[in-house]
């Protein structure tokens, strides 16, 4: 059994800095565990710069018993890095890159019996459907978690400076509800919210 975090988004800006989100990823988790923090949402360059962020600020938001040892993900190495990995983060930002990359892996089977914790487009990639606040409009996810998702719901921030104005939210639901599996559960999050689920 796989078990799966998601998260809305913004996580480090969340009130607590996304201290819950993690400490649920590493919950049935002791001592030193490996975290892949996977990036594949951002452009390449930004990745390091990223992962300078995770390892500096990560320990303090899990629990004393935790230590982390983290690794950046790279896609020539990916199935190995899961493979020794206990947890894979993955990484928010664009969900057409992210997909992309995935898609080159035999995922869900290879972090099977893992945990994977995933944020914003992290979270997008790996329902049934979305909404992305990004295109504004239902898109499909590759189907591993047989849910609905929103990411950002009901955030101001996210949008703030986009020149299309801000998201009608209710309508974002309400175009959700008609896409996709109707039988499924749709999770409409806020940001720093997250919902645990096993598979």
């Not at 919950?27 to 996977?38: D, R, V």
């Not at 935790?66 to 206990?86: E, G």
């Amino acid at each position: 059994m796989t078990k799966y975090v998601l998260n809305s988004g913004a996580v480090h800006s969340s009130k607590d800095r996304g201290t819950a989100f993690f400490k649920e990823i590493v919950a049935s988790l002791s001592g030193p565990i490996t975290i892949l923090c996977c990036f594949f949402a951002l452009p390449r360059e930004d990745w390091d710069e990223k992962f300078l962020v995770h390892q500096r600020d990560l320990p303090s938001r899990l629990p004393n018993n935790v230590k982390p040892i983290l690794i950046l993900a790279m896609p020539d190495n990916f199935v190995t890095q899961v493979q020794t990995a206990d947890v894979v983060y993955i990484h928010g930002g664009d969900d057409h890159l992210l997909q992309y990359w995935l898609k080159q892996f035999d995922v869900p089977r290879l972090w099977e019996n893992k945990v994977v914790g995933a944020s914003s487009a992290g979270s997008n990639a790996l329902v049934s459907s979305y909404w992305t606040c990004d295109w504004r409009k239902c898109m499909d996810g590759l189907g591993i978690l047989p849910i609905r998702f929103i990411a950002h719901f009901r955030s101001t921030a996210y949008t703030a400076n986009d020149p299309r104005g801000p998201i009608d939210w209710d309508e974002a639901h309400r175009e959700l509800e008609d896409y996709g599996d109707k039988g499924q559960p749709i999770h409409a999050l806020e940001e720093g919210e997250f919902i645990s689920l096993t598979v």
